[in-house]
């Protein structure tokens, strides 16, 4: 019991009790911040990506292609007249007869191997357009072209399939992101054998 007295006092001198329990207030303090940053973090991801599905006031509203999926191949529409403020061909083009529209990037993962008898590839473009509007431009532009459509299916994107002598050209839309892009491929290979 001797050592009581200098316990007591050594605890007086030094804050006691309390401020061992201070120094464990401001540690538990201090982890609330994080823990606040960590769930505000969370709600602005979630946030975030549940913008990339909503449209803007400022984002141009355009009508969806038309849903072809109920229709025989005879009963596929003709393609769109040109429309003011549609898209334009590109003079710029890997293939002379594949249109491209005017403000497509090329993106690193296109390839292509064309010789005398055989054409393949996947062509792989990004541009600020609307799913809709690259669509109906390939729905216009692709029969100027000679390639006829053959199927048009509309749903997370769309796709589109053309033929002509001996080969399939495959048009792949999707929208990427929240800034109003697009991107397509284009994979062009030989007509499967019957």
């Given at each position: 019991?001797?050592?009581?007295p200098?316990?007591?006092?050594?605890?007086?001198?030094?804050?006691?009790?309390?401020?061992?329990?201070?120094?464990?207030?401001?540690?538990?303090?201090?982890?609330?911040?994080?823990?606040?940053?960590?769930?505000?973090?969370?709600?602005?991801?979630?946030?975030?990506?549940?913008c990339?599905?909503?449209?803007?006031?400022?984002?141009?509203?355009?009508?969806?292609?038309?849903?072809?999926?109920?229709?025989?191949?005879?009963?596929?529409?003709?393609?769109?007249?040109?429309?003011?403020?549609?898209?334009?061909?590109?003079?710029?083009?890997?293939?002379t007869?594949?249109?491209?529209?005017?403000?497509?990037?090329?993106?690193?993962?296109?390839?292509?191997?064309q010789s005398?008898?055989?054409?393949?590839?996947?062509?792989?473009?990004?541009?600020?357009?609307?799913?809709?509007?690259?669509?109906?431009?390939?729905?216009?532009?692709?029969?100027?072209?000679?390639?006829?459509?053959?199927?048009?299916?509309?749903?997370?994107?769309?796709?589109?399939?053309?033929?002509?002598?001996?080969?399939?050209?495959?048009?792949?839309?999707?929208?990427?992101?929240?800034?109003?892009?697009?991107?397509?491929?284009?994979?062009?290979?030989?007509?499967?054998?019957?």
């Amino acid at each position: 019991m001797a050592g009581l007295p200098f316990m007591m006092e050594s605890l007086r001198r030094h804050g006691g009790f309390g401020r061992v329990g201070r120094q464990t207030a401001v540690i538990r303090k201090e982890g609330r911040p994080m823990r606040r940053s960590l769930v505000l973090l969370v709600i602005l991801g979630l946030a975030l990506s549940a913008c990339q599905s909503v449209r803007w006031p400022w984002q141009k509203q355009t009508v969806p292609p038309p849903d072809l999926s109920d229709l025989e191949d005879e009963d596929l529409p003709e393609p769109p007249p040109p429309v003011e403020g549609a898209l334009r061909v590109s003079s710029q083009q890997r293939f002379t007869d594949i249109p491209l529209p005017v403000g497509a990037r090329e993106d690193p993962r296109t390839y292509v191997f064309q010789s005398a008898s055989l054409r393949v590839g996947r062509l792989v473009y990004t541009m600020r357009a609307s799913m809709a509007d690259l669509a109906n431009f390939f729905m216009s532009e692709c029969p100027a072209a000679d390639w006829e459509l053959k199927t048009f299916v509309q749903a997370d994107g769309a796709e589109l399939t053309f033929m002509k002598g001996g080969e399939v050209l495959l048009v792949r839309i999707r929208e990427v992101g929240v800034t109003r892009s697009c991107e397509f491929e284009i994979h062009i290979t030989p007509e499967p054998s019957p």
